[in-house]
């Protein structure tokens, strides 16, 4: 029997490799125990997969929120959310993503978390540059897995892109703003969280960004245009304007750039949030859901 992904084990004493995922984008980790306390060189090789594959997925781990967000910690400068009302009690790093409800009846998670294609934190300044998201308890119905994530490759859009449109929006900004944001949900029916407050709102003002990000680390372009965030290109007013950018965050939708993640009980996956764009797929309804997030803060987009 070939040597497959899901067919070794999950041990720290073996050297970890990563397994290109059957999509242009992510890789499985193998040979990496987040609770037994990976070494430097394995946050070393974990740092170069991601970078490499964009998203890498670590199945099988039995970890603590604690573990989780030291985990996370490896990987950058964690950041909390303002929505702390979901953090992880005690640990403000992970932000609780789940359509379960408390005692009191009151959702104790984030239960609309990216319906629309987007990536995290685009409307700060600084947004996130990695997320880690750990799967806890994960619907399914008939045999089936539901509430998979969906990834696209922001730079294989942007590689794909005819050279005179790639000339065309490399010198352009965009505005992200998280109002608008939530206005989008709420037109499709999808806002399930409370309105923001006047001082939330103040936290999150519009920003702009290149419409083409290049990365810090290795240098590619990648699409930095998101159907769920980005509300205007700068400069571009009217019809022009919201054309280039309903072409450019339709682009990279599209199935060649994707890679579609089926979650497990345990799995443990980081993306680079310049490198890919993601949607949740809400097709679990009430069926219980929940994983847990952290953030790792980036630099100023350029
Ligand atoms: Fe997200």
Redesign the pocket.
């Known amino acids: 029997m070939p040597l497959t992904a899901a067919s070794q084990d999950v041990t720290s004493s073996a050297s970890p490799s990563a397994i290109p995922m059957p999509a242009p984008i992510g890789a499985e980790i193998v040979g990496i125990d987040v609770a037994a306390g990976p070494s430097q060189a394995d946050y070393q090789f974990l740092r170069d997969a991601l970078h490499e594959h964009s998203v890498i997925v670590l199945r099988g781990q039995d970890i603590t929120p604690q573990q989780q967000q030291s985990f996370g910690a490896h990987f950058g400068e964690l950041r909390t959310s303002f929505y702390n009302r979901y953090a992880v009690p005690d640990v403000p790093a992970l932000t609780i993503v789940s359509n379960l409800r408390g005692a009191d009846g009151e959702l104790i998670g984030i239960a609309d978390?990216?319906m629309l294609w987007?990536t995290?934190g685009s409307y700060l300044k600084t947004p996130d540059m990695y997320?880690v998201l750990y799967g806890i308890e994960i619907p399914h119905e008939g045999g089936q897995v539901l509430g998979d994530t969906v990834f696209a490759s922001a730079w294989g859009a942007y590689d794909a892109l005819p050279s005179g449109m790639q000339r065309r929006v490399d010198s352009l900004r965009a505005v992200h703003s998280f109002t608008v944001h939530l206005e989008k949900k709420q037109a499709k029916g999808q806002l399930k969280r409370a309105p923001l407050t006047e001082e939330q709102r103040k936290k999150v003002p519009d920003v702009d960004h290149p419409v083409v990000r290049t990365h810090p680390i290795n240098g590619r372009k990648c699409l930095f245009v998101t159907e769920g965030h980005t509300s205007e290109i700068v400069g571009l007013d009217g019809a022009e304007g919201s054309e280039l950018l309903e072409f450019l965050t339709e682009h990279v939708k599209q199935p060649q750039f994707q890679y579609r993640h089926h979650w497990k009980k345990g799995d443990l996956i980081v993306w680079d949030n310049c490198a890919v764009q993601?949607l949740?797929v809400f097709d679990y309804g009430q069926i219980p859901r929940r994983l847990h997030r952290a953030g790792i803060s980036g630099p100023v987009p350029v």
């Open positions: 978390a990216g987007h995290d997320t993601h949740a």
